[in-house]
């Protein structure tokens, strides 16, 4: 089990940009893929970003593809989100989430076994 704990939403204007970060612990950290996914009121959770447990490969969702990367620090267990160019769109709880296929991009909730508090991005347009 890996417990994660998110930090870094807030309440930013369109176009601004954020910094999403999620810390891990209790586990090897570089064993496991890690994922972004997001929740706005009334819809289902989506998925934003994932990086694989040796940090080669990502993919994001067409909505953020150009506009967020994710990277993460295996110094710090800590996985990043970086959101730039935000859009009113983006407004959702943002959870990160930690998978056990490792080095295999993971895109489905369901590959995810680990899973943060979830932190408040909110964008005014």
């Known amino acids: 089990q890996v417990q994660l704990v998110e930090s870094g939403g807030g309440l930013v204007q369109a176009g601004d940009s954020l910094r999403l970060s999620c810390e891990a612990s209790g586990s090897t950290f570089s064993r496991y893929g890690m994922g972004w996914f997001r929740q706005a009121p009334g819809k289902e959770r989506e998925f934003v970003a994932t990086?694989?447990?040796?940090?080669?490969?990502?993919s994001y969702a067409d909505s953020v593809k150009g506009r967020f990367t994710i990277s993460r620090d295996k110094s710090k267990n800590t996985v990043y989100l970086q959101m730039n160019s935000l859009k009113p769109d983006d407004t959702a709880v943002y959870y990160c989430?930690?998978?056990?296929?490792?080095?295999?991009?993971?895109?489905?909730?369901?590959?995810?076994?680990?899973w943060g508090q979830g932190t408040q991005v909110t964008v005014s347009s």
């Open positions: 990086i694989t447990s040796n940090g080669l490969l990502t």
């Open positions: 989430a930690a998978s056990g296929r490792g080095a295999i991009i993971a895109t489905l909730w369901a590959e995810y076994d680990n």
